[in-house]
């Protein structure tokens, strides 16, 4: 089937990861032809350096197993939509062109027409997903797909190989070769550490807990991506890193390729990611993670937040949901609000890291027995065609 997939950048990299993780997996995997239309298609070449030349002309062909990258702007002609979308799949409820809407209307039968929706845990997600919407003035109908984290939603991202890539990681000596290659040394028995965030996380507040740790605690190495992270870590502490701490050293890193910060994860004793596409990534890393949702008005990221959790701690000891669900909380609480909460609770997240690590493995395992997104979408899909 030919997919057109329609992306406005939002979050910065999340939107288009997502949307760029999900387009090279049907194309990949499932032998789609795949048009992403994305407003900053600048944004996906950090994604993919390799696809770097694709991404500046729309016109290029792609190497085999790529998606198109066109350039979604107000004034795209209809002609550019031609041949007809067999699929057409708008991202998070971005709105489409009138002209995209003309083409699907020129076609003899309508194409299967798919708002992906946002992430979320939340209960409603299942009576909603795959539900139809007729358009209000076309005779148009599009279907609501819920990503989830149960058979009766559509799924999440993962690659037929990404298990096996994650084994190979850890039977080749994966973190001593990724830590080589970011120039990094590392200490035995260091918790490795991996921090990505948003600007507005509590950041001062974290550091100030790695400043009280006790000598006896284990050495402690956090990597530090470029973007928000590094920009709030320079507002807090100064200079440009690398940072000690007492016994805690925080590094800045390279920006990552998107399977090259798989293995950033898969190295790590804890990840602290954000939004959509590095918080399912850490939840196929099967380590201990603390996530900070894509921050929304009303407070609806904290029901996301909640709904999540439920979920994910609901088969660990008692204890160790308790200290989880708190870290998690302080993590989504203003910065003024959680400093001497967030220093007492670091202590105790840190004594239940194996326990956690544990739990992790046997809950992307229950995941990994549910159809992925990719080829949930394609089997709804050819259903509809």
Request: charge should be neutral.
């Amino acid at each position: 089937m030919r997919w057109d997939i329609f992306c406005k950048v939002i979050d910065n990299f999340g939107d288009a990861g997502v949307c760029w993780r999900l387009a090279g997996q049907l194309a990949r995997e499932h032998g789609q032809r795949v048009r992403l239309w994305v407003d900053r298609p600048d944004v996906l070449l950090p994604l993919l350096p390799a696809g770097a030349d694709i991404c500046r002309n729309a016109a290029a062909d792609s190497p085999p197993g790529l998606p198109e990258i066109r350039h979604w702007r107000e004034d795209v002609p209809a002609q550019a939509f031609a041949p007809p979308a067999d699929v057409v799949l708008e991202a998070f409820a971005c709105a489409l062109p009138e002209a995209c809407l003309a083409a699907m209307l020129a076609r003899p039968r309508p194409p299967c027409w798919v708002n992906l929706e946002y992430l979320s845990a939340e209960a409603w997600v299942e009576a909603c997903h795959a539900l139809p919407s007729p358009h209000p003035r076309l005779p148009l109908a599009k279907h609501f797909f819920f990503p989830g984290f149960t058979a009766k939603t559509g799924g999440l991202l993962r690659e037929k190989t990404l298990f096996a890539r994650r084994a190979a990681f850890y039977a080749h000596a994966g973190q001593e070769k990724l830590l080589a290659a970011l120039g990094v040394e590392m200490r035995p028995k260091t918790l490795l550490v991996s921090l990505f965030c948003y600007a507005n996380a509590p950041l001062r507040a974290l550091f100030a807990a790695w400043r009280q740790e006790s000598a006896e605690s284990a050495p402690l190495l956090c990597l530090l991506p470029p973007g928000q992270p590094l920009a709030a870590t320079r507002k807090i502490l100064g200079g440009d890193g690398p940072w000690q701490l007492g016994a805690a050293r925080i590094v800045p890193i390279p920006f990552l390729p998107q399977d090259d910060y798989d293995t950033l994860l898969w190295a790590c004793d804890l990840n602290f990611v954000r939004g959509e596409d590095s918080f399912i990534r850490a939840q196929w890393a099967a380590k201990p993670f603390v996530w900070q949702p894509y921050p929304q008005e009303d407070a609806a990221h904290l029901k996301k937040l909640a709904a999540f959790q439920e979920r994910y701690t609901a088969s660990l000891d008692p204890r160790a949901r308790k200290i989880l669900e708190t870290f998690w909380q302080d993590w989504n609480q203003p910065e003024n609000a959680c400093d001497e909460r967030l220093a007492r609770h670091w202590q105790a997240l840190r004594q239940i890291l194996p326990g956690l690590e544990r739990h992790g493995e046997a809950w992307a395992q229950h995941l990994g027995a549910q159809e992925d997104l990719a080829t949930a979408l394609v089997r709804f899909c050819q259903s509809r065609v």
